[in-house]
């Protein structure tokens, strides 16, 4: 068993995180801004536990915030990254970073790279003017200083990129959104070509704690295959909560990529992999514990 610190605790991936872990035996700590703890705060950080492995799942996420609180999003995604690394390079066997797979949309559309899409596709920060990119530009950076403490420092590392993960508790992301627009008789729907790969919670935790004592030493791509347009789910949701009409179809937010599917051979060959949760199953649970069905 570990001690394991969990940053980013009341939040989606985290709070499914705390309760695994927690389950499994492990000795688990939290830091969480909802529990007065701000990783922006250099002497908080400094007053964490020793722990044995590091999971930094806090961030400022939230496509509304990207163009709303751009500068907010940035600080609060880089300097926690920062401030753990300071705080615990060669302290602990492991820091686990949780990336996104938003940190590589520019290299995608601008120029054509593969999809699927592998951990070898360069970051690109497709237009700096483009306050969506404060999210994914602030996951770029943030990964960066994971690669130069281990290359500096030796501090064995994980960049986790997750892929579209969903799931009960997850707010502020298109599913519950766009639920619960519906039932409010929001017919609109944003982005309805682009493809996605969605990716239920409990495979993603799953695959997360089998990474637990296996540093890669970067980055690693954490979702399915299974790629679905945004109108498949909206459909699928739009059939679970009973909805008759058409949809308004409309053009997607700029900066949003078109197409987004993880090669997930590195997962493959690394971990024994899971995929259980097909994609309108795991949107019945997920509206279910919104309470729309």
């Given at each position: ?12 991936i ?26 922006c ?28 609180q ?26 686990i ?27 690109v ?10 999210y ?14 281990y ?23 298109f599913?519950?959104?766009f ?16 493809t996605?790969?969605?990716?239920y ?11 637990l004592?296996?540093?890669?030493n ?28 058409n ?11 078109t ?23 795991g ?11």
């Open positions: 068993m570990k001690r394991i610190l969990v940053t980013g605790s009341s939040g989606f985290g709070t499914h995180l705390v309760r695994a872990l927690n389950q499994q035996g492990h000795t688990v700590f939290t830091a969480d801004k909802r529990e007065n703890c701000d990783l705060d250099i002497e908080s950080v400094e007053n964490l536990p020793d722990v044995d492995i590091v999971i930094h799942a806090a961030a400022f996420n939230g496509t509304k915030y990207f163009y709303s751009p500068y907010n999003v940035m600080v609060d995604n880089i300097l926690p990254t920062q401030n753990l690394l300071n705080r615990y390079v060669n302290k602990c066997d492991h820091f970073f949780t990336g996104t797979c938003e940190s590589y949309a520019g290299a995608v559309d601008r120029f054509g790279y593969t999809v699927p899409t592998d951990e070898k596709v360069p970051l920060v497709d237009d700096v003017l483009n306050p969506r990119w404060s994914g530009g602030s996951k770029i950076a943030s990964e960066l200083l994971c690669a130069a403490a290359s500096q420092f030796g501090q064995p590392f994980t960049i986790i990129r997750y892929h579209n993960v969903y799931g009960p508790g997850q707010v502020d992301h599913i519950p959104e639920a619960t627009r519906l039932l409010k008789g929001d017919m609109n729907l944003y982005g309805h070509k682009n996605r790969s969605f990716y919670i409990d495979d993603a935790i799953d695959a997360t704690i089998k990474l004592d296996t540093p890669i970067g980055p690693i791509n954490v979702g399915c295959t299974d790629e679905a347009t945004i109108l498949d789910v909206a459909n699928i949701i739009k059939k679970l909560l009973h909805v008759d009409g949809l308004i179809l409309n053009s997607a937010p700029k900066g949003s990529v197409r987004r599917c993880p090669d997930i051979s590195l997962l493959k060959s690394t971990i024994d992999y899971q995929y259980t949760v097909d994609l309108t199953t949107i019945e649970k997920t509206l279910k514990d919104l309470k729309c069905v």
